[in-house]
Structure formats: structure tokens, C-alpha cells
């Protein structure tokens, strides 16, 4: 059970002058909901299609339950996809659909109806079964791939951006049914997206790619609470960078200085900071006078701007001549907000501050 | 109500213009073959005044050995040559398609070079050509078709891969690598997932490339001996003596042949049918 189901060991892909996939090696652990997160472009698409065997890596090797993969056509692997487009056959029926891909290899009639009925019934279509795909909506299209693709009970689901083409609502509806799934077939999945709430709230890990490169990969807590490089700290969430003006060892960890808060500790083993990221929920701010709590790293600054978003508002803050933002939640008995202009004292807590290495 | 209020700006249906633009446009086109199909109920030698109407040439045409030998070859040759340049038009377009290779741009060139070629030219080239490799006039009745039956082919498959081409560049290339994501063979996709999406393109071109065989003159007049008449050049033949009255009576009959055809086409077409079928 701990060996991972998949293995990607060095693998790059050119296309041509350009490098799409530039030598990355990973393992995805059995039963994972396993996301791969980049923005478009990043190479996650041709990492997942070199998985399901449509593409051939340039070097490297990819190894699906041990075993190396490089010649095996993309029909012979235990690998099923669902594609971005869903790829729904138009001129068959869902149940036509469902049973096509067992139907192609000459599973028995009896099995076939049986296995294609479980799996209607799984994504919840089984009242669909006689319809056209012209007469389903994307949703139902999109389950009519997954039960297409699960029907076949393969070693590794791959979803590309699964989501993507659904309205807000039917994705958060879709994002809860898929883990769902995942847990009821205790198949490994893994999706492409660029939507880090998705990655986020659906994953039990997440490679986050840029550039052809796996830049960490973690589950999405420690992504979001610790990421290790500007572009991950960047894309997972939003993140205040700052650039740190001095580093200096001390003891087992950092003391460095960051513009307008001035000198800090920070506890890590990790390599040398070059930069630290301030969740703008970790900075708490308050009128110029107030006296933050004991430890805490203070600067003061100047609004210049809030916007008004519900249930909190963003505040653009001008400190030490660099914009950071921070949120104001608006509860029962919240003072007013400042005006833009008004000065402001801003203050977090050291072991909020996660330091970049890159 | 509404028919009191002003046509709107994309309202061009209820402009008296336009619908009489319309009328003329449908009387120029259609005229000609509503003459034709009247005359050939009209009780006269001259097809010149209307004198009472009869079937009588409709039984003098079916009486006519040689022009029913003309009708029944030119049915052959449509039937042959159409099942050929399908197959063959429905091949080049997805090689086409499908493949990248060196010679591709050239190979699409010629493609469309049989479509652009003046006809006399081709009728001329085909009649050199089969009398070099002895094709022409040896051969008796069933064989000597051949001859016409590869002209034919040669010029209507290039618009049966033009036709099915159209269709495949609508195709979507996932659907392709789902079905062989669900374990299907190359020969499977191709069979279930890509014939069926191009069976409306193939429909089509079948019917142009029947249409375009029925009714072609010139390259069969070159390719065609003498006991191998089709029906237009026969009736060519026929009316240098004069139009007749049996000439109307057997071209309403191709007329209501093809039109049999495109319905029947159509209907196979309608994605009402499409549904039940499959």
C-alpha cells in the first residue's frame, strides 16, 4: 500500500525549441486526490497526458505501478481520463457511452450491463441512461465522463481541469462529488487545474508546477502556510513578498530585516531567506497609538485604498514605500474604516512570516 | 396586430422587395423545368403549343430500347462511380486529414486540380489516354462502361474528400483519444467514434458525386463508345434531330430520380433519425 502508483522519474518533454516538461520527477501516493497546480502554460496538461500515454516523454521515465510505461499504447494502460472538453461521444447514448469502453474490449453483455448500471448509479445519472448528450447539460456531461472513465475501474483517474467549463455553483457542487468519489472507489486521482481553491479544497496533495518545473509538492495546508519559493507563496492565495534588505545567521535560524518592520527573527532550518511572505490575514493592523501584543513586528503606514467585499474588506497599505494588504473582517462592533490617506500601524507575528528561498 | 407593425432592421422576409427579388429569383431558376415537365404531357410532335394533355410519350420513351440501354447505363455508372470516389474521396480526406507528411501540400494540390480543370481538357486527356491503354471500344456492353466508369471516378472523388475533409475539421481530436483512453483499438475509434461522425459528409459527397455522374456530358461523350451511350448523351443525339416530346418525358424521369435521391439522402441526414439508429 505505500509503494506509489505512479513515478515519474526525470521526465521532460520538448516540443521542438520549446521545453514543456523540464525533468520532473514526483510520486503519487496510492489513493491520493493529487492535484497538479500551475498556471496555463506551466506544463501540468503535458505531464498528465504523458501519464494517460499521449504524449511520449523527450527523456525520463514514467513507471504506473512499477512498471515502465514508455511503450505501452495509451489504450493498454490502466489509466483513464477525463477530458477537459469531456469528450462525450455525441452519436451514442450515456448508457452507449458508459459501456463503450468495455463494450471495446469484449467484456460479456451481462457484466457489461451490470458494471455500466453501478456506475450510472454512482455519479447519479441512472434516470439519464437513454438520453442524447445534446440533450444533457455540461454537468451531466461531465458525469457521463467520469462514469465512463470509472466504469473501467483503471489504477489512476486523471481529470483534466474537470471543472473548468461549469458555472460557480455546479463546480462547488462538483468539487464535493468528486471527493466523494475518490473516497468511495479508492481509485487515485489525479487533476490538472489552474483554480488553486480547487487544488486547495479537493487535494490531499498538491504539486504546484511554473515552467516546466515542480516547484513543492505538499498537502494543501503546508502549501499554504509554508511555501518555500515567491512563485508558490504568490499562487497559493494572496501573499504580501517582501524583499528582504539584510540576512544574517543566528543561532538556528535567521535574523533578517524586512523594509518598514526593521529586524526580525525568524526559526527555520531551511536554506537562506531571500524574501518572506505575510498572509494578509496574519497582518493585523489598528489605529497609530495602539500597542500590539508583546513579540509582535510593527511598522507604520498609510491607506490608500479598501475595497468592499461582504463580509471583509481588503486594505491596500503603503508601508516603507511598498504596498502590502491586509483584511479587516467586519464583525459586530467593528470601529468604522479608516479613510484613505489615514495613517494605520500594522503589525504580525514573526512566526507568521514564511521565508523564500527562491 | 403584428402585421401592423414595421419590418425590423433584420426583418428582410417582409420587404416587398425583397420577396419580389425572391419570386424572380425562384421563376428564373424553376421556369425552365416546369416547362420541361409540362411539355412532356403535351399532345403534340412540336413542343412548341400546348395541345391537350397525354402520358403517350412517357410509354414511347419506356418503349425505346436504346434510350432505356442510355438509362440503365448511366444508372450503372452512377452507382459504380459513386460507391468508388465515396470510398476513395472518404480515404484521401482522412489521410489528409490526419496525417503529416512531406509531399502533403502537393498531394492537396492535386487534389483539387480535377475540379479545376476545364472538362474538355480532362474528356480529351481520358480519351487519349484510354485509347493508348486499349480500354476503348474493344470491350463489349458491361465492360465497355469501364472506360466512362473511371472518368467519372476521377473527377467526382476529389469532391467527395473536399466534402468529407469539411466535415473531419469539425471533429473533435479528444473524442479520438478517449476512445482509445477506454481501450479501443486504432480500428475501433476509427469505426465507431470517426466513421460515424463523418457518415454526413459521406452521405453528401455520394450525392454529389451521383449527381455529378448522371448528368455529366462532356467527359462521357469522350470516354463513351458506341454502344455504350449514357442517358445526357443520348439525349443529345436525340435532340439534334429535333426535341420531342419523349426527350421531356425522359428527362422528367432523371428529374424525379435524383429528386427521390436528395429526399432519401435527407432523410437519412435528419438528426431525428440519426437518434433512433443508433
Known amino acids: 500500500m505505500t509503494a506509489p502508483v505512479v513515478r515519474i522519474e526525470d521526465v521532460s518533454k520538448r516540443f521542438g525549441r520549446v521545453v514543456a516538461v523540464d525533468e520532473v520527477t514526483l510520486e503519487i501516493p496510492r489513493n491520493a486526490f493529487f492535484a497538479l497546480l500551475g498556471p496555463s502554460g506551466c506544463g501540468k496538461t503535458t505531464l498528465l497526458r504523458m501519464i494517460a500515454g499521449f504524449e511520449r516523454p523527450t527523456s525520463g521515465r514514467i513507471l504506473i505501478d512499477g512498471e515502465d510505461v514508455a511503450n505501452v499504447p495509451p489504450n493498454r494502460r490502466p489509466v483513464n481520463m477525463v477530458f477537459q472538453s469531456y469528450a462525450v461521444f455525441p452519436h451514442m447514448s450515456v448508457r452507449r457511452n458508459v459501456a463503450y469502453g468495455l463494450e471495446v474490449v469484449g467484456t460479456p453483455k451481462a457484466e457489461v450491463e451490470r458494471r455500466v448500471a453501478e456506475a450510472l448509479a454512482m455519479v447519479r445519472l441512472d434516470g439519464l441512461a437513454d438520453r442524447m448528450p445534446d440533450q444533457l447539460s455540461g454537468g451531466q456531461k461531465q458525469r457521463v465522463a467520469l462514469a465512463r472513465a470509472l466504469v473501467k475501474r483503471p489504477k489512476l483517474l486523471l481529470l483534466d481541469e474537470p471543472l473548468s467549463a461549469l458555472d460557480r455553483k455546479l463546480r462547488e457542487e462538483m468539487q464535493l462529488e468528486l471527493v466523494r468519489l475518490q473516497r468511495e472507489v479508492g481509485i487515485t486521482f489525479v487533476i490538472v487545474t489552474h483554480d488553486q481553491d480547487e487544488a486547495l479544497s479537493m487535494a490531499t496533495a498538491v504539486a504546484v508546477m511554473n515552467l516546466g518545473r515542480v516547484l513543492q509538492v505538499a498537502p494543501p495546508r503546508e502549501l499554504y502556510e509554508r511555501p518555500r519559493t515567491r512563485f508558490v507563496a504568490d499562487f497559493i492565495g494572496s501573499a504580501n513578498v517582501l524583499e528582504l534588505e539584510a540576512v544574517e545567521r543566528e543561532g538556528e535560524g535567521w535574523r533578517v530585516k524586512a523594509p518598514g518592520f526593521g529586524w526580525l527573527r525568524l526559526c527555520t532550518d531551511a536554506a537562506q531567506p531571500v524574501a518572506i511572505a505575510l498572509r494578509p490575514e496574519k497582518i493585523e493592523h489598528g489605529p497609530v497609538g495602539a500597542r500590539p501584543p508583546q513579540g509582535s513586528v510593527a511598522a507604520s503606514g498609510r491607506l490608500v485604498q479598501s475595497a468592499y467585499f461582504g463580509d471583509y474588506s481588503r486594505l491596500f497599505v503603503e508601508v516603507g514605500g511598498i504596498g502590502l494588504v491586509c483584511y479587516r473582517y467586519h464583525r459586530g462592533g467593528s470601529p468604522p474604516l479608516p479613510a484613505p490617506g489615514e495613517s494605520l500601524l500594522l503589525w504580525f507575528r514573526p512566526e507568521d512570516a514564511v521565508p523564500l528561498s527562491a | ?278
Open chain 2, 1 to 278: 396586430m403584428s402585421r401592423r407593425s414595421p419590418p425590423g432592421p433584420l426583418d428582410y422576409g417582409r420587404r416587398l422587395w425583397l420577396r419580389l427579388w425572391l419570386l424572380a429569383t425562384f421563376v428564373f431558376l424553376y421556369a425552365p423545368i416546369v416547362i420541361l415537365v409540362a411539355f412532356s404531357f403535351n399532345d403534340s410532335r412540336r413542343n412548341i403549343v400546348w395541345q391537350g394533355f397525354t402520358t403517350k410519350y412517357y410509354i414511347a420513351a419506356w418503349n425505346n430500347a436504346s434510350l432505356l440501354e442510355a438509362f440503365t447505363n448511366s444508372l450503372i455508372v452512377a452507382a459504380v462511380s459513386t460507391s468508388l470516389s465515396t470510398v476513395l474521396g472518404a480515404m484521401l480526406a482522412v489521410a489528409l486529414w490526419r496525417f503529416r507528411f512531406p509531399a502533403k501540400p502537393l498531394l492537396e494540390g492535386a487534389n483539387a486540380l480535377p475540379i479545376v480543370i476545364p472538362e474538355i481538357c480532362m474528356g480529351v486527356a481520358l480519351l487519349v489516354f484510354f485509347s493508348r491503354a486499349g480500354l476503348l471500344a474493344s470491350l463489349g456492353w458491361p465492360l465497355g462502361l469501364l472506360p466512362v466508369i473511371l472518368g467519372h471516378v476521377t473527377f467526382s472523388f476529389p469532391f467527395v474528400a473536399i466534402v468529407v475533409r469539411a466535415r473531419l475539421a469539425t471533429f473533435d481530436r479528444s473524442l479520438e483519444e478517449a476512445s482509445l483512453d477506454l481501450g479501443a483499438s486504432e480500428w475501433q475509434t476509427f469505426r465507431y467514434i470517426l466513421l460515424p461522425w463523418m457518415k454526413p459528409g459521406l452521405v453528401a459527397g455520394a450525392l454529389l458525386s451521383a449527381t455529378l455522374s448522371l448528368d455529366d456530358f462532356v467527359i462521357t461523350f469522350f470516354t463513351s463508345g458506341p454502344e455504350t451511350l449514357t442517358f445526357p448523351v443520348k439525349i443529345y443525339s436525340m435532340v439534334r434531330f429535333g426535341a420531342t416530346p419523349e426527350v421531356n418525358a425522359a428527362s422528367t424521369v432523371l428529374i424525379l430520380v435524383t429528386l427521390i435521391m436528395t429526399v432519401l439522402a435527407m432523410r437519412l441526414q435528419s438528426p431525428a433519425r440519426a437518434e433512433t439508429t443508433q
